[in-house]
């Protein structure tokens, strides 16, 4: 039975695990959640409702890291997302919930303010999440320095959800000049087929960008 993944093509996180399907180039069947009955499917397979949402047969599987482990583990390509060296594996894992927790949620934080259309709250909520989007580019500015690829030469689970969190984030706050491994950093994931693919069918939907898609990338 094929894989089906329950995504969104705009959506950051549905992005971050089709470059993982893509970069293996893993076959499954795309149910986009503007399909008619998909959003109530996804309901019903995972009543957290958040997406995407990855069906193997009788298994249902949420959450985007363990979605990609689990494509590493039941559907390996000849990418591997996760090092089997444990060491290794630990930083893949750090950076993973580093570019989650800190670049994408930001990113999120300042969007989901901005789609309820209260222009004083919006304001502050731009503000904050520019405090903290600068404090993770400085962070991640020292850690890349050197590396191709978030935990070094491979590309791998981090890389994924770097390409959409870093995508994102620099619309809601650039990544400024003085990011310079972090800026050529975010200019190599947009040069990834697997994420320039993600970004392709994306671009439709630009204008449900509440902040206003820039007229680039
Ligand atoms: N921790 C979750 C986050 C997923 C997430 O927040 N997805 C967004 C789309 S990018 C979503 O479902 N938004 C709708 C909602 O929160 O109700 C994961 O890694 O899968």
């Not at 559907?75 to 997302?81: A, E, I, L, S």
């Not at 996760?82 to 994408?104: G, K, N, S």
């Not at 994420?195 to 630009?206: C, H, I, K, L, S």
Request: charged share 25%; hydrophobic share 40%.
């Amino acid at each position: 039975m094929p894989l089906t993944l329950y995504a969104h093509p705009f959506s950051s996180y549905c992005q971050k695990v089709l470059t993982a399907l893509w970069e293996n180039e893993t076959p499954f069947a795309y149910r986009h959640l503007e399909e008619p009955g998909a959003g109530e499917e996804l309901a019903r397979l995972w009543p957290i409702a958040k997406f995407p949402v990855l069906v193997d047969g009788d298994r249902t599987v949420a959450e985007t890291s363990i979605i990609i482990e689990y494509l590493d583990l039941h559907h390996p390509g000849p990418v591997g997302f996760v090092p089997t060296d444990p060491a290794a594996a630990l930083e893949v894992r750090f950076l993973d919930r580093f570019f989650d927790q800190y670049v994408m949620n930001a990113m999120q934080a300042a969007v989901a303010e901005a789609l309820r259309e209260e222009p004083d709250r919006l304001h502050e909520a731009k503000a904050s999440a520019g405090r903290s989007l600068e404090i993770a580019y400085g962070w991640l500015e020292r850690r890349l320095s050197g590396r191709q690829w978030a935990a070094g030469d491979g590309f791998t689970l981090a890389d994924c959800a770097a390409a959409p969190s870093l995508f994102y984030a620099d619309w809601v706050h650039p990544i400024a000049d003085a990011y310079p491994s972090l800026r050529a950093y975010r200019t190599r994931l947009l040069r990834r087929p697997s994420f320039a693919r993600a970004v392709e069918e994306g671009r439709p939907y630009r204008r449900y960008f509440p902040l206003g898609a820039p007229d680039r990338d």
